[in-house]
């Protein structure tokens, strides 16, 4: 399974660790993390991964391989900007949400546009009228958030 992770380039240390936690969970269950490549929660997130062998999967914004994070197996240079979003959210089976601005708040809603499960942790709360049951669901701790992408992509 893919899990796309996503998150603020920058953010306090303890967001940083629950993301640390997130890619370390997610790579010890055997599966790929998508992130959009850069810093704050995506490096914490990589940095996890990584950390148990996982492998790690980065779209950036840009064309600048030197930006992204040391932690990436691979690192997709796009171009495109903040439009890039759009392909973080869709290269996961699930996404998970870690804290996150306006950015994270974008790949939120390309996720549940495109019928994924999106798993928040410390991140937006949303309640739209008319929005589908079950948009974003509330994890309370990183093993949480991936047992709940699981559980629900397995459905």
């Known amino acids: 399974m893919y899990i796309s992770v996503i998150g603020a380039g920058e953010c306090a240390s303890e967001l940083a660790d629950k993301a640390s936690e997130v890619g370390a969970l997610i ?6 993390l998508v992130c959009g490549g850069l810093g704050g929660v995506m490096d914490a997130a990589a940095r996890g991964a990584h ?6 999967v980065g779209i950036l914004p840009d064309e600048d ?3 992204a994070s040391r932690w990436l197996t691979v690192s997709i240079p796009t ?3 903040q439009a ?3 392909l973080v959210a869709a290269s996961g089976d699930a996404v998970i949400a870690v804290g996150g601005g306006y950015g994270t708040l974008s790949e939120i809603g390309f996720a549940l546009k495109l ?3 999106v798993i928040g942790l410390d991140t937006w709360e949303l309640d739209a009228a008319g929005a589908r049951q079950g948009g974003l669901l509330k994890a ?3 093993r949480d958030a991936v ?3 699981e559980q629900h992509v397995a459905s």
């Open 140 to 142: 309370s701790s990183p």
């Open 27 to 32: 790579a010890k269950r055997g599966h790929v």
């Open 84 to 86: 890039r979003n759009a």
């Open 147 to 149: 047992d709940m992408a």
């Open 115 to 117: 019928g994924r499960p």
């Open 65 to 67: 391989r030197r930006r």
């Open 79 to 81: 171009g495109m900007g």
């Open 51 to 56: 950390g148990e062998g996982g492998t790690v």
